[in-house]
């Protein structure tokens, strides 16, 4: 019977959901439902100085809104520290593990020595054989892992192939403190094995890392879950990702307007592949994954890129459900003139979107593209659209306006005829009436069509903010 995929997610909790953390959990998550098992959410939260309970929140908030469900309910590593120093006593009993009595100045002399013979500043081993029963009073041990020597630990991996590591080069690390808490590379072993992980997908960070916990694991007799180190995500200059490329929380992506789908999709990119493809859905990403398609080589974080696949989605997605994301996005970041907007217009917002939505990259140029619905007399003209509005062009506007006083057909096709005849008739181009009118009615230079833009608005409404522009 082929065994369960199982695999995890295990951010510790001291900061947001930050974009690498994003693109780990996204990786977990699709893999498992590619393969009919379950992600886990385990919260690293041993490190108890750092760990706050809104930085946990902020990484379930983070994963609701990406669309990440993990099954069963997040595991507290903290909450199984008697577990973790259980495995480090019962390692000691099978001689996988020894005491080590050393003193904070033993070690710091041990390690200026080793510098000053030119060797790599490591433990070295002088309680691993020692009898116990010369441990010296008053000093509480740690428990350190006793590395094999001279073997080879090879660490198979979907992405960097086989990487070897030689045992001489690991000194023999804690796993579990002097005041009884276990080390990371402790707590992840054990939380591993007990909570019947296959695979562990994560950045490459973590290789060396690996080839200890694999030392861990063989101490124990437990298998080797399968393992997928991913190239970091690196800024569009190849330097490591930094808030300045782009290295800011998910919740920070949701306020400047970006799409769950999109950073979905734009994370997958950074770092799988599926042919050529650019552009695809959660599901097609689901259909289509595999271990193999992870790429070898960094990606670069790129928002021109970013941008762009966002108002792809934007283009493909159902109004209604970009009303709903610009209606909390306004509440979210307190607009509230946008709020009242939303709320008062829906149906007329809901009828426009299909013109808004191929003029918009991210939910914000939609907020701003549709506020010409809902704006107040006078309107607040855009410095670059000033220009349009002159002597000259508000004679024009005034004229128009006599004309469309008379239109009883008020739908755009009936305005469209109207205008280009009127444009003909005083021998203008179209542009260079629709243009003054334009920003007449919506105080900007960019919004659906003029003609759509009047029907939306109505006859009433549309004529007053002409008038007001020539008063």
Same mark, same amino acid.
């Given at each position: 019977?082929?065994?369960?995929?199982?695999?995890?997610?295990?951010?510790?909790?001291?900061?947001?959901?930050?974009?690498?953390?994003?693109?780990?959990?996204?990786?977990?998550?699709?893999?498992?439902?590619?393969?009919?098992?379950?992600?886990?959410?385990?919260?690293?939260?041993?490190?108890?100085?750092?760990? !706050?309970?809104?930085?946990?929140?902020?990484?379930?908030?983070?994963?609701?809104?990406?669309?990440?469900?993990?099954?069963?309910?997040?595991?507290?590593?903290?909450?199984?520290?008697?577990?973790?120093?259980?495995?480090?006593?019962?390692?000691?009993? !099978?001689?996988?593990?020894?005491?080590?009595?050393?003193?904070?100045?033993?070690?710091?002399?041990?390690? $200026?020595?080793?510098?000053?013979?030119?060797?790599?500043?490591?433990?070295?081993?002088?309680?691993?054989?020692?009898?116990?029963?010369?441990?010296?009073?008053?000093?509480?041990?740690?428990?350190?892992?006793?590395?094999?020597?001279?073997?080879?630990?090879?660490?198979?991996?979907?992405?960097?192939?086989?990487?070897?590591f030689k045992t001489q080069n690991l000194d023999d690390f804690i796993i579990l403190r002097s005041d009884g808490t276990p080390t990371y590379m402790l707590a992840v072993v054990?939380?591993?094995?007990?909570?019947?992980?296959?695979?562990?997908?994560?950045?490459?960070?973590?290789?060396?890392?690996?080839?200890?916990?694999?030392?861990?694991?063989?101490?124990?007799?437990?298998?080797?879950?399968?393992?997928?180190?991913?190239?970091?995500?690196?800024?569009?200059?190849?330097?490591?990702?930094?808030?300045?490329?782009?290295?800011?929380?998910?919740?920070?992506?949701?306020?400047?307007?970006?799409?769950?789908?999109?950073?979905?999709?734009?994370?997958?990119?950074?770092?799988?592949?599926?042919?050529?493809?650019?552009?695809?859905?959660? $599901?097609?990403?689901?259909?289509?994954?595999?271990?193999?398609?992870?790429?070898?080589?960094?990606?670069?974080?790129?928002?021109?890129?970013?941008?762009?696949?966002?108002?792809?989605?934007?283009?493909?997605?159902?109004?209604?459900?970009?009303?709903?994301?610009?209606?909390?996005?306004?509440?979210?970041?307190?607009?509230?003139?946008?709020?009242?907007?939303?709320?008062?217009?829906?149906? !007329?917002?809901?009828?426009?979107?299909?013109?808004?939505?191929?003029?918009?990259?991210?939910?914000?140029?939609?907020?701003?593209?549709?506020?010409?619905?809902?704006?107040?007399?006078?309107?607040?003209?855009?410095?670059?659209?000033?220009?349009?509005?002159?002597?000259?062009?508000?004679?024009?506007?005034?004229?128009?306006?006599?004309?469309? $006083? !008379?239109?009883?057909?008020?739908?755009?096709?009936?305005?469209?005829?109207?205008?280009?005849?009127?444009?003909?008739?005083?021998?203008?181009?179209?542009?260079?009436?629709?243009?003054?009118?334009?920003?007449?009615?919506?105080?900007?230079?960019?919004?659906?069509?003029?003609?759509?833009?009047?029907?939306?608005?109505?006859?009433?409404?549309?004529?007053?903010?002409?008038?007001?522009?020539?008063?």
């Amino acid at each position: 019977m082929t065994k369960k995929i199982i695999t995890r997610f295990a951010p510790s909790p001291t900061g947001f959901l930050h974009i690498g953390g994003a693109r780990t959990a996204l990786f977990n998550w699709v893999y498992a439902k590619k393969m009919g098992g379950e992600m886990l959410l385990r919260i690293e939260d041993t490190d108890r100085a750092r760990s !706050t309970q809104a930085a946990h929140q902020a990484i379930i908030d983070g994963l609701n809104w990406l669309g990440i469900e993990c099954d069963g309910e997040p595991v507290s590593q903290f909450s199984r520290a008697d577990r973790h120093a259980e495995i480090s006593h019962a390692m000691v009993q !099978t001689g996988h593990a020894y005491k080590c009595y050393c003193s904070p100045e033993e070690l710091t002399q041990m390690r $200026e020595t080793a510098r000053a013979e030119g060797r790599p500043p490591r433990y070295d081993g002088r309680w691993r054989d020692a009898d116990p029963s010369t441990a010296p009073m008053g000093i509480d041990p740690v428990i350190r892992i006793k590395v094999p020597s001279d073997k080879e630990i090879i660490v198979h991996d979907h992405v960097q192939g086989d990487v070897t590591f030689k045992t001489q080069n690991l000194d023999d690390f804690i796993i579990l403190r002097s005041d009884g808490t276990p080390t990371y590379m402790l707590a992840v072993v054990v939380d591993d094995h007990d909570m019947d992980v296959t695979h562990i997908i994560r950045g490459d960070d973590h290789l060396t890392n690996t080839a200890r916990q694999i030392v861990i694991f063989n101490a124990m007799g437990w298998p080797v879950p399968d393992m997928a180190h991913v190239p970091l995500i690196h800024g569009a200059d190849g330097a490591k990702l930094s808030k300045r490329h782009g290295a800011l929380g998910v919740d920070a992506y949701r306020k400047m307007g970006y799409l769950p789908a999109a950073l979905i999709n734009y994370l997958a990119r950074l770092g799988w592949s599926h042919g050529d493809d650019e552009f695809f859905t959660i $599901e097609q990403m689901v259909e289509w994954f595999d271990l193999d398609g992870l790429n070898k080589g960094a990606s670069r974080f790129d928002f021109v890129k970013l941008a762009n696949l966002n108002g792809q989605h934007i283009r493909e997605a159902e109004p209604a459900y970009l009303y709903k994301t610009m209606l909390a996005l306004a509440k979210e970041l307190d607009e509230q003139n946008d709020v009242a907007g939303l709320e008062g217009h829906k149906e !007329t917002i809901l009828k426009a979107l299909p013109d808004l939505q191929p003029r918009a990259k991210t939910v914000l140029e939609l907020l701003s593209l549709a506020q010409f619905i809902y704006a107040q007399i006078p309107l607040e003209i855009e410095e670059k659209a000033q220009k349009h509005l002159t002597d000259d062009t508000r004679i024009i506007i005034s004229q128009v306006i006599s004309k469309l $006083e !008379t239109l009883e057909d008020w739908q755009p096709d009936a305005i469209n005829a109207l205008i280009r005849q009127f444009s003909e008739d005083i021998d203008l181009k179209l542009g260079k009436v629709a243009q003054p009118l334009r920003v007449a009615l919506t105080g900007r230079t960019v919004s659906p069509g003029v003609f759509e833009v009047m029907g939306l608005l109505g006859k009433n409404e549309s004529l007053a903010r002409l008038k007001n522009q020539i008063e």
